[in-house]
């Protein structure tokens, strides 16, 4: 039951979907200082006299346009009276009384006019933000191409053309997806706090600077004003200083004249730049990271088995699983960091570095020199196009690997340029150049895909690079966070508990989520006094089922960190997935009653949030309230008809009434809404089996183990099955492979002894 509850919560966000928060095993930085207290917001103008030429060049970049009033001078696009079609829905931007507003479907879903308040954003586009009664402020998904019209831009166009999202949905403006509180405002404005009220659903956000202007990256500035001598600065970030990178003579590679032992600065652009979840406000640059936000790591769907960009991840979780940061590169080696652009452009970036040499010679790039694909970037860097045209370039800087594209599917840069040749030319023209496939910093391609695909060898592969101290702590963390994803018995995780990287620390303990009160209790207890809040809290959360059990001075750490778990889920409790996942926590306490508010609340807040519902009917069924159970689950059918996991819970709940022929339909109809889900088909099978119907249930589980032939649940209930119907030359075949695939397996062994031979 366990194991279902955390992948209904899947995705949610709760435990964190987590990129990293720094530090390859070479080096391994140490935790910043915190920053001095006491220290306010002053205002970028207050910087500008004694830093006149970095002042300027903020003034011109992006994060100074990153959110402005609405007004002349910072509005892009044209509201003249122009109109787009999305759908069945007409939109009209144009100008009223001096003000911009544009006419479109609101929160109900009829036409109506809103005032467009602030800006976001300067370029490739710009969106707008309309305020709401109750102190939202939503992102409308009418947007202005602001580049030139030679490129396409100076037009409307919808950042969800041909999706047609009607009001209800979590991506409609009007929806919770949109919401700038809590999605976007504390990386656009400098200072912000949420100030969310959970009894009124409203919120009252501040911000102390409107755009992200000096004091976001250096920290609030009244001690520096006051006494302008470095210790009057919230952080410093030196890193850089009295620095060079010189080149090897031998190999022409790059060598940096003292290790980076800290992380500061890649922290403080970590903060917006990378996929992550806040836990608190109040982050300041200097403070560890991950006392307030959770980074993501290379999980599925954010990122390819092999680490490249899928969704939108901000750079950040694929930089820290990249060659330069094992070297100690940080983001300003490449990047001006007030004028945020790059200090250079061309293969010069690259060559300020690398050997030009050694590098941009056709010897190693194979292309003819200053074509496109002699470009350093083209190769290392390829570029995914979000919000339909903000082209964001990789900075995992990896070696392409068309190799893999054949093996296992991952893009490559190759053939996103030869578009008319396919990933085996391009494995063939390298195997050409080099006398062997590519090889790369990244190593851990075959290992991820082999566990989102549930092989049983992913385990082993898994164990071993979580476990190696050459692989940046990102690789490591998301090793043990596939670990947790297995059904498998995953190794012990002590020693990546032990790890001195927090992300490292925080995804092995996923680990023990499926272990023993009496196996979890001693490894877990240390991290509710770990150093850093997402340790204590998401400790808090593996031991609320053995609270009872601990020690009396354990149970006062656990309260402690318990407390931060709640402060940390009221700061997130204008969303869904946090109401469930703090109820699941007051359950596992025993809190029923506290436990049904927070389920019920995030079904008010999100009808479509399906976890919603099935926790909250899973708490009424402990309670022996099985008809209750029922009606919240066809409630969340009835809201969403077509979630397989409600259809599912419904299945069960029918078959402990012993209504049989309804439950099989329901099983039935979740695995056909989501057939790549292996636990449906089983639950799908067992069903059929037990009603009989035992040549359709072999039938299912040999559709299912085409796509998961490695799932080891499936092919023991398939062995079983076909024995009791009498084919056992076909179960001994399955057993053998069972026993193959699972050597280690008693179950499984004395299941093939059993056929006999």
Not at 183 to 201: E, F, I, L
Not at 211 to 240: F, N
Request: proline content about 6%.
């Amino acid at each position: 039951m366990l194991r279902h509850r955390l992948l209904l919560l899947a995705g949610a966000g709760i435990a964190a979907a987590v990129i990293l928060w720094f530090i390859s095993a070479r080096p391994r930085p140490v935790l910043s200082t915190p920053p001095p207290v006491g220290a306010t917001y002053v205002g970028a103008e207050a910087c500008a006299a004694c830093h006149r030429a970095d002042y300027d060049a903020w003034r011109t970049s992006q994060h100074a346009d990153a959110m402005r009033p609405a007004d002349d001078a910072s509005v892009k696009g044209r509201f003249d009276g122009r109109q787009l079609r999305d759908g069945d829905v007409v939109s009209t931007m144009f100008q009223r009384d001096g003000h911009r507003w544009v006419r479109t479907d609101g929160p109900g879903g009829a036409l109506n006019d809103f005032e467009v308040n602030y800006t976001f954003g300067v370029f490739p586009l710009q969106q707008y933000l309309v305020g709401l009664p109750d102190g939202r402020v939503q992102a409308l998904p009418i947007a202005w191409d602001t580049r030139p019209s030679s490129d396409g831009g100076q037009r409307w166009f919808h950042l969800y053309a041909d999706q047609h999202l009607s009001h209800g949905d979590p991506l409609h403006w009007t929806g919770r997806e949109q919401n700038w509180n809590s999605m976007c405002a504390d990386c656009h404005s400098t200072g912000v706090r949420k100030n969310y009220d959970p009894a009124n659903d409203t919120f009252h956000t501040t911000w102390a600077a409107i755009d992200v202007t000096c004091e976001a990256c250096h920290g609030p500035g009244s001690r520096h004003v006051a006494s302008p001598r470095d210790e009057g600065l919230t952080v410093r970030l030196d890193e850089r200083a009295h620095v060079a990178w010189t080149f090897d003579p031998a190999s022409g590679k790059p060598v940096r004249s003292a290790p980076r032992t800290t992380s500061r600065e890649i922290d403080v652009c970590a903060v917006c730049h990378s996929r992550r979840a806040q836990i608190a406000d109040g982050y300041v640059p200097g403070a560890a990271l991950m006392d307030y936000y959770e980074p993501s790591a290379i999980d599925a769907p954010l990122y390819y088995a092999d680490g490249q960009q899928r969704d939108e991840v901000y750079v950040y979780g694929s930089f820290m699983q990249s060659r330069m940061a094992a070297a100690g590169v940080t983001c300003s080696d490449c990047h001006d960091p007030h004028a945020a652009a790059l200090r250079v452009t061309g293969n010069s970036l690259c060559t300020g570095c690398h050997a030009a040499v050694r590098y941009d010679t056709p010897a190693h790039h194979h292309h003819q020199a200053a074509s496109t694909g002699a470009a350093c970037v083209d190769c290392h860097m390829p570029a995914r196009t979000y919000m339909q045209i903000d082209a964001r370039r990789d900075h995992s800087l990896r070696v392409p690997r068309p190799d893999l594209t054949v093996s296992i599917g991952t893009p490559n840069a190759c053939t996103a340029c030869h578009r008319d040749r396919p990933a085996s030319w391009a494995a063939a023209a390298v195997r050409g150049w080099l006398g062997r496939d590519a090889r790369g910093f990244q190593d851990f391609a075959g290992a991820f895909d082999a566990a989102d695909h549930t092989r049983a060898s992913a385990v082993t592969q898994l164990a071993a690079i979580a476990g190696s101290p050459d692989e940046p702590s990102v690789v490591r963390a998301s090793a043990f966070n596939r670990l947790a994803e297995l059904d498998a018995s995953p190794p012990r995780p002590e020693p990546g508990l032990r790890d001195p990287d927090p992300i490292v620390r925080l995804r092995a303990l996923r680990v023990l989520e499926a272990a023993s009160p009496a196996e979890r209790i001693p490894v877990a207890v240390p991290l509710l006094s770990d150093p850093v809040r997402a340790l204590r809290i998401a400790a808090a959360r593996t031991l609320a089922s053995s609270a009872s059990m601990l020690s009396d001075a354990d149970r006062l750490a656990f309260e402690r960190a318990g407390g931060e778990l709640e402060a940390a889920a009221r700061f997130t409790a204008d969303r869904p997935e946090s109401r469930v996942g703090f109820g699941v926590f007051l359950a596992d306490l025993g809190r029923t009653r506290e436990a049904e508010s927070e389920y019920r609340a995030s079904i008010r807040l999100g009808p479509d949030f399906a976890p919603g519902f099935v926790n909250l009917a899973e708490l009424l069924r402990r309670e022996g309230n099985e008809t209750d159970a029922e009606h919240v689950l066809r409630q969340g059918i009835a809201e969403n008809p077509r979630n397989a996991d409600l259809h599912y819970a419904l299945g069960l709940s029918l078959t402990r009434s012993h209504r049989a022929a309804e439950a099989l339909a329901e099983l039935n109809l979740a695995s056909s809404l989501a057939p790549s889900v292996a636990r449906l088909a089983y639950a799908y099978a067992l069903a059929l089996h037990d009603g009989g119907h035992t040549a359709a249930a072999i039938q299912t589980l040999t559709s299912a183990l085409s796509r998961d032939p490695d799932d080891r649940d499936l092919l023991f209930a398939l062995v079983t099955f076909e024995r009791d119907a009498g084919r056992l030359a076909a179960a001994r075949q399955h057993a053998a492979q069972l026993v193959a695939l699972h050597p280690e397996d008693a179950e499984a062994r004395a299941l093939k002894e059993s056929l006999g031979r």
